[in-house]
């Protein structure tokens, strides 16, 4: 069964603390997304990659940093640089090409106090 | 940059119909895409357009006019089920971008009463 995994659901940790968010894809797409929701939010975008060994920055890249060293995976850290981390984290893919359909993994619930 | 707006809440009871309403304004318009998220979810795709005019799925009818910059989700014979956000976003091929980012309006939260 092909899809988005991110792992896991609901992850707590204290100030000042790094934490690396997991997504994995077995999809075969290119292309894969961050994004952060907030409640009353729209999505924002953090980073996205379009190939292996290359990322680009989103809207709101400060504190967040990514890595994209096989097509299948494309972790986020949350850094302690990050001043409001509490979020609901979502991970997306898509194919390069029409009709740029994204695909959404379940999403991690981070939670820093 | 781009601005999507959408209303922010909508209630509407079983079986009937509800239009929401999606207005952007974007540098390079590629398409437009409705997604469903129920709360603590993902997004879940409901409908593309690229074209003008209105696209059909089931109980599902996405409309799109290019030249107003509008779009509009139908979502008929209402089921308690059907409530939840419904997000528009926009695909902009702003700076030349072949990549399919998309730019998200806020959501538009349906209640769906018996």
């Known amino acids: 069964d092909g899809g988005i995994t991110q792992s896991p659901k609901y992850l707590f940790r204290k100030e000042g603390q790094n934490v690396t968010l997991s997504c994995e894809q077995n999809l075969n797409h290119d292309a894969m997304y961050w994004y952060r929701q907030d409640p009353g939010q729209g999505l924002r975008l953090i980073y996205y990659s379009q190939i292996v060994n290359d990322f680009q920055k989103g809207d709101i890249a400060e504190g967040y940093s990514v890595s994209r060293e096989k097509k299948e995976s494309f972790p986020l850290t949350v850094t302690s640089a990050q001043k409001n981390p509490t979020a609901f984290y979502l991970c997306?893919?898509?194919?390069?090409?029409?009709?740029?359909?994204?695909?959404f993994g379940p999403g991690t619930r981070l939670t820093v106090t | 940059g781009q601005n999507i707006d959408q209303p922010t809440e909508m209630t509407a009871t079983e079986g009937a119909i509800v239009q929401i309403n999606c207005t952007y304004q974007t540098s390079g318009f590629n398409g437009l895409f409705w997604y469903q998220q129920h709360a603590g979810e993902a997004p879940t795709f409901l409908s593309y357009?690229?074209?003008?005019g209105l696209e059909e799925k089931g109980r599902f009818s996405s409309f799109l006019s290019r030249s107003k910059g509008y779009s509009y989700l139908l979502l008929k014979e209402l089921q308690m089920k059907d409530s939840a956000s419904y997000l528009c976003a926009v695909r902009d091929n702003d700076r030349g971008s072949t990549l399919g980012r998309l730019y998200f309006g806020r959501g538009t939260q349906l209640t769906v009463w018996p």
């Open positions: 997306a893919s898509s194919i390069v090409g029409q009709p740029y359909e994204q695909y």
């Open positions: 357009n690229v074209l003008d």
